[in-house]
């Protein structure tokens, strides 16, 4: 079975009609100084995913005002059947 784990961050938040925000995310990357040891979660997932985009509308009112620009999120892809 195909899967796959992404890791993405927000890149902009923008209100869709009364309930729905429009959200645009994309790859995640290092874009501070490397620790010590030289290890980065972000750029080991920018190694195997260097370039991605997503948007999406989410018209839950539920959701509404969850998301922020910057924050990062885990993008888990399991084939459907």
Same mark, same amino acid.
């Given at each position: 079975?195909?899967?796959?784990?992404?890791?993405?961050?927000?890149?902009?938040?923008? =209100? !869709?009609?009364e309930?729905?925000?429009?959200?645009?995310?994309?790859?995640?990357?290092?874009?501070?100084?490397?620790?010590?040891?030289?290890v980065?979660?972000?750029?080991?997932?920018?190694?195997?995913? =260097?370039?991605?985009?997503?948007?999406?509308?989410?018209?839950? =009112?539920?959701?509404?005002?969850? !998301?922020?620009?910057?924050?990062?999120?885990?993008?888990?892809?399991?084939?459907?059947?």
């Amino acid at each position: 079975m195909a899967r796959m784990r992404a890791k993405m961050k927000i890149a902009s938040v923008e =209100p !869709f009609g009364e309930d729905g925000e429009q959200l645009t995310f994309g790859a995640v990357c290092k874009t501070e100084p490397f620790g010590e040891d030289g290890v980065d979660e972000n750029n080991s997932f920018a190694r195997w995913t =260097p370039s991605a985009s997503l948007e999406m509308t989410v018209n839950n =009112p539920d959701l509404k005002g969850q !998301f922020a620009v910057g924050d990062e999120y885990y993008l888990d892809f399991t084939k459907a059947d």
